[in-house]
């Protein structure tokens, strides 16, 4: 169903846009070095380890504070970072292989926990897809700090971006993120733009963020506009607009009709 905007709906699409906005800027670059490395599923995996944190919370202490979430979140993708961290080097050629595990087991120990909970079916969707159009100014006043620590640290100290302080400034991020807008988002926002950009290798981080950026406003826009959950619309957006970014150099560096007869 199609519906006007609002200026009620403005106002949910505010916060929304800015923590997707956020969300696209900080994971650019670490989407890039990602796609480096050749580690593509550890976003799945860290952002369902946290994840696995924030069930165990709710139904432990479902009335803990947003910091103790938060704190139970990090520990959890500091401790898988750490471990991600040792198999790079001492296990390097299984360590891919670890990651999918890892979150296979993740995903399966959440299933578990929420077998029998009365809403255990929603919680797998928040958890999974996110509910960024209802994220609230409370909910940002906590994540954009830790993303303007990732980005600091990440320009600010390069050398941070080797070793273990890759694995710790991801692990800052994707956990902020994930609560945000949920593991699928976390994935699509990491690696598709990075995939955009590796048609443009001379302007990686700039088409990056561009192509991030137009995402989130499309996805938010469409998703508010015809009313569907945001999460699966946005992870369309991102792969349609990661599509569309590498279009031009394509044709740009397809051979000519004679130099393929020859």
């Known amino acids: 169903m199609i519906v006007s905007v609002s200026p009620e709906m403005l106002e949910i699409l505010l916060p929304a846009l800015v923590a997707g906005l956020a969300i696209a800027v900080t994971h650019a670059p670490l989407g890039l070095e990602v796609l480096r490395r050749g580690i593509i599923f550890i976003d799945l995996a860290i952002a369902q380890i946290a994840g696995l944190g924030l069930v165990v919370m709710e139904l432990y202490w479902p009335g803990a504070a947003g910091w103790m979430l938060q704190a139970v979140a990090l520990g959890c993708a500091l401790g898988a970072s750490l471990l991600f961290h040792w198999t790079e080097r001492r296990l390097p050629a299984q360590q891919e292989a670890l990651i999918g595990s890892s979150f296979v087991l993740a995903a399966s120990l959440a299933l578990l926990l929420l077998a029998d909970h009365p809403h255990g079916g929603e919680a797998i969707q928040h958890l999974l897809s996110g509910q960024l159009l209802f994220v609230g100014w409370n909910e940002l006043g906590l994540a954009l700090p830790v993303y303007g620590l990732v980005l600091l640290a990440w320009f600010a100290r390069p050398r941070w971006r080797g070793g273990m302080g890759f694995y710790l400034l991801f692990a800052l991020a994707v956990t902020a993120s994930v609560q945000l807008a949920g593991v699928y988002v976390v994935f699509a926002s ?48 991102y792969a349609l607009v990661a599509l569309l970014a590498t279009v031009p150099r394509w044709r740009r560096t397809r051979p000519a009709p004679s130099a393929r007869a020859r």
């Open 190 to 237: 990491l690696i598709l733009p990075a995939l955009a950009a590796a048609a443009w290798p001379g302007r990686a981080l700039a088409v990056a963020w561009t192509s991030a950026a137009v995402a989130i406003l499309a996805g938010l826009m469409a998703a508010l506009w015809y009313d569907w959950p945001a999460g699966p619309v946005l992870v369309v957006s």
